[in-house]
C-alpha cells in the first residue's frame, strides 16, 4: 500500500487497487440495504473486491521490496493487522482476532508474501491451488459455521479454543484458508510482471482468466449432478447482512475468482487510464483509508440516519445508490484533501505512510 507519487509509480497498480476498493465499498454498504440482495452485484463484488485487494497487496511486496529487510514487513503487516484491531474495538464495538477479517489476512500474508517472493512462479501457483484445496479439505471434515463467531465489548463471553481456531482458519469472515491463496496469486503475477513477458503475458493472463472465470462461474450456478453450488442452495444468501457469495467459499468460487484476478490484471496491466477514470488511481493510492473511512460512515452516518428514520434497512434502490454515491463523493474529497495536506506535511513514519501515503 506504499503511495509515493514519483515518476517510477506504476499506475496500473493503482488503479487496479483502486476498481477493487470501489467494488467493495457497496459490497460491505450492502449490510444497510434490504435483502434480498441483486444476484448479479453479488457475484462482481464477491470476485471483484476482496481477492484483487488481496492479490495487489502482495504483488506490491514483490514490486517494493529492494533492499529492504523482512522486519520492515513484519512491522508494515503487524500495523495494518493493528488497524484491523482498531476498527473492531472502535467502530464495531467487538472483541479483536475473533474472527478473521481481511485487514487480518492482509497483514499476516504481507511477511509471508516476503518470504516466498523469490519462489518459482509455478511453486507459487501450486501453493495457491493446494490452499483452495486444504479449504475444502478442512470444511468438509470439520464443518463450517453459517453465522461468523464475534464476542461483543460489552458482554464478552470468549469462545473455546477449538472454535476460535475454526473461525481463523475455516469459517470466519476471511479465514486463512482459502485466503492465503490469493496472496500467492498476487506473487504469481507479479513476478511473471517483473520478467518481462510483455503482450505475452497479458494475453495469457487474459486467456486464463475467461477459462478460469467461465468454468468457475458455470460450476457455481449450473444444477449439475452430486455438485453443491448456488443452484442447491449451499451458499449462504446473505451473513449477518453480508450477501457475497463465499460464504462459504467454495471450490468453484475459488475458480471463478481465480479467473477475475487473472483478467483484471491482465485488462489494467494493458490499459492507459483516462482521465476521467482517474479516480480508480486516486483511491489505489489511499485504498487503506478508504477502506476505513467508508466502514466509518456506515456506522457513524448510514446506520443512525436509518434508527432516525424508524427503518433497520434501506428498502430503495435509489436511496441506497444516492447513500453510495455520497460515500463515494467523501472518499474522493477526503483523498484530495489527504493529497493537498501531504504537499506540505509529507508523513514520515510508516504507520503514517499506510495511512496517507508517501
Not at 471434515?141 to 464475534?150: C, D, I, S, W
Not at 504537499?343 to 505512510?353: D, G, H, I, N, T
Amino acid at each position: 500500500m506504499e503511495n509515493s507519487r514519483n515518476s517510477s509509480r506504476l499506475h496500473w497498480v493503482d488503479a487496479l487497487r483502486g476498481f477493487a476498493i470501489l467494488a467493495m465499498i457497496p459490497a460491505n454498504l450492502l449490510h444497510y440495504y434490504a435483502e434480498p440482495h441483486p444476484l448479479w452485484y453479488r457475484v462482481f463484488a464477491s470476485c471483484a473486491a476482496a481477492p484483487i485487494f488481496i492479490a495487489v497487496s502482495a504483488g506490491m511486496v514483490v514490486l517494493g521490496s529492494g533492499n529492504r529487510a523482512l522486519a520492515y514487513y513484519v512491522w508494515r503487516g503487524g500495523y495494518v493487522v493493528l488497524i484491523g484491531a482498531l476498527l473492531d474495538l472502535g467502530l464495531w464495538r467487538i472483541v479483536p482476532f475473533v474472527s478473521m477479517d481481511v485487514l487480518y489476512l492482509i497483514g499476516l500474508g504481507i511477511p509471508v508474501a516476503y518470504g516466498c517472493r523469490r519462489l518459482p512462479v509455478g511453486w507459487l501457483f501450486v501453493a495457491s491451488a493446494v490452499v483452495f484445496a486444504v479449504s475444502a479439505a478442512l470444511r468438509r471434515y470439520f464443518g463450517y459455521h453459517p453465522e461468523p463467531l464475534y464476542a461483543l465489548l460489552i458482554s464478552p463471553h470468549l469462545p473455546e479454543f477449538p472454535r476460535l481456531l475454526a473461525s481463523w482458519f475455516i469459517d470466519g469472515w476471511f479465514p486463512v484458508f482459502p485466503w492465503l491463496g490469493f496472496v500467492f496469486l498476487g506473487l504469481v503475477v507479479f513476478r511473471m510482471f517483473l520478467q518481462g513477458a510483455g503482450w505475452r503475458l497479458r494475453a495469457g493472463l487474459s486467456i486464463a482468466g475467461i477459462l478460469f472465470a467461465t468454468t468457475g462461474l458455470v460450476w457455481l450456478f449450473a444444477p449439475l449432478p452430486g455438485v453443491h453450488n448456488v443452484a442447491d442452495g449451499l451458499i449462504l444468501p446473505a451473513r449477518i447482512g453480508y450477501s457475497e457469495i463465499f460464504y462459504p467459499p467454495t471450490l468453484a468460487y475459488l475458480t471463478a475468482a481465480t479467473g477475475t484476478v487473472f483478467l483484471a490484471t491482465s485488462v489494467f496491466m494493458n490499459a492507459k487510464i483516462p482521465k476521467y477514470l482517474g479516480v480508480l488511481s486516486l483511491f489505489g493510492r489511499y485504498a487503506l483509508l478508504i477502506y476505513i473511512l467508508h466502514q466509518a460512515l456506515g456506522v457513524v452516518v448510514i446506520a443512525p440516519g436509518l434508527r432516525l428514520l424508524g427503518i433497520s434497512k434501506i428498502e430503495s434502490g435509489a436511496a441506497f445508490l444516492f447513500a453510495l454515491l455520497a460515500v463515494i463523493l467523501a472518499a474522493t474529497l477526503a483523498c484530495n484533501l489527504v493529497d493537498c495536506i501531504k504537499v506540505r506535511y509529507p508523513p514520515r513514519s510508516l504507520f503514517a505512510q499506510l495511512l496517507f501515503g508517501r
